[in-house]
């Protein structure tokens, strides 16, 4: 995807962009780029989306392709994606660190806010699925 404003901005919070409209810009990427059918959608997108946090999260990614083993289809797809994928990553990256500097600066240990913007992560994605076609 392309932004008229840089992650930089947005960890300094010079530019209100977050998850949600991070994972809406992702859902029409991947409608524009994917087969018409919603099920293809919804899971292209969910393997795209979760590869973007596995890589903007610092996770192992070997351990997450790992998880994909029983498709080998699937993993290499995966691989492929990556390299494309660099700078959704590094914009999903700088959302989740912008969450966490605003819990720190309102006092909360770095631990502490770790551990909640994962578990906001958590909630933001479940409530906020994308919609297929």
């Not at 962009?17 to 524009?32: I, K, M, N, T």
């Not at 660190?97 to 006092?107: E, F, K, S, T």
């Given at each position: 995807?392309?932004?008229?404003?840089?992650?930089?901005?947005?960890?300094?919070?010079?530019?209100?962009?977050?998850?949600?409209?991070?994972?809406?810009?992702?859902?029409?990427?991947v409608r524009r780029n994917v087969s018409t059918?919603?099920?293809?959608?919804?899971?292209?997108?969910?393997?795209?989306?979760?590869?973007?946090?596995?890589?903007?999260?610092?996770?192992?990614?070997?351990?997450?392709?790992?998880?994909?083993?029983?498709?080998?289809?699937?993993?290499?797809?995966?691989?492929e994606l990556q390299p494309m994928m660099s700078?959704?990553?590094?914009?999903?990256?700088?959302?989740?660190?912008?969450?966490?500097?605003?819990?720190?600066?309102?006092?909360?240990?770095?631990?502490?806010?770790?551990?909640?913007?994962?578990?906001?992560?958590?909630?933001?994605?479940?409530?906020?699925?994308?919609?297929?076609?």
């Amino acid at each position: 995807m392309e932004w008229e404003f840089t992650p930089q901005e947005v960890v300094k919070g010079e530019v209100g962009y977050g998850l949600p409209e991070f994972r809406h810009d992702l859902a029409e990427e991947v409608r524009r780029n994917v087969s018409t059918d919603t099920g293809v959608f919804t899971r292209t997108y969910h393997l795209i989306y979760d590869l973007c946090y596995a890589l903007a999260t610092s996770k192992d990614v070997d351990s997450h392709y790992a998880a994909y083993a029983y498709d080998p289809p699937t993993t290499e797809f995966l691989r492929e994606l990556q390299p494309m994928m660099s700078a959704n990553v590094e914009m999903l990256g700088a959302i989740l660190q912008r969450q966490i500097m605003d819990r720190i600066a309102a006092g909360m240990p770095l631990e502490s806010a770790l551990a909640e913007v994962g578990e906001w992560h958590d909630r933001q994605v479940a409530e906020h699925l994308p919609v297929g076609r």
